[in-house]
């Protein structure tokens, strides 16, 4: 069971990280062109950057209680799970945000979120 919760929890802590620079790349080109163009960053995308950026803190901290076997990781994964659910809500009535890949990626992470739930029914969270 150890080697189940140190791989979730490794994954999805790179998998944050990977997204958290994302998230900050997102945020400097979206201040970058509006300097260039003088208007103000659409809405549509500033809630879709501060979605991405709970996301990837989320995530990271998903992944770092997992990795520290601790059953606050069922709490942890569960936010991160509420988040991405209600970012999808919103993001389905527009083709711009719900990209089949984020969907399948959501997809993923319910499985996961259920394997942390029975690392710790099962006992192997502390």
């Not at 990977?18 to 998230?23: K, P, T």
């Not at 103000?40 to 501060?50: E, Y």
Request: charged share 15%; with cysteine.
């Amino acid at each position: 069971m150890n080697w189940i919760a140190l791989t979730l929890g490794g994954f999805y802590l790179f998998g944050g990280l990977v997204a958290l620079r994302q998230a900050r790349m997102n945020l400097f080109l979206d201040k970058a062109l509006a300097q260039i163009s003088l208007e103000a960053t659409p809405r549509d995308d500033r809630i879709a950057g501060a979605a991405m950026l709970t996301g990837a803190v989320l995530t990271i901290l998903s992944g770092a209680v997992l990795l520290l076997h601790s059953r606050w990781a069922v709490v942890a994964f569960g936010l991160c799970w509420s988040a991405q659910a209600v970012y999808l809500l919103w993001a389905v009535r527009t083709e711009d945000y719900g990209q089949p890949g984020t969907i399948k990626a959501f997809g993923l992470y319910t499985l996961a979120t259920l394997a942390v739930v029975w690392l710790a029914m099962d006992g192997a969270l502390r």
